[in-house]
């Protein structure tokens, strides 16, 4: 097993499971640094770009 960490902390508020990598209060179109790193004798680590896309916008609904 490993940890997910930000490589850079953010500092909006934005939180990283450590477990998962689920990043919690992303902002959308913000790219983030994650780093994996494993541990024990051999530990390694691997460093992702991951973008949180924007919600998407939905336009006025019409009824007929």
Known sequence: GGVFTFTTPP?????????TGE???G???TTYDVTY?????CSQSSTETVTVNPLPTTGPIYHN
Do not use: L, P, Q
């Open 11 to 19: 500092t909006g508020g934005e939180t990283i499971n450590s477990v």
């Open 27 to 29: 902002i959308g179109g």
């Open 23 to 25: 990043i919690t209060a």
């Open 37 to 41: 790193t494993t541990t024990g004798i």
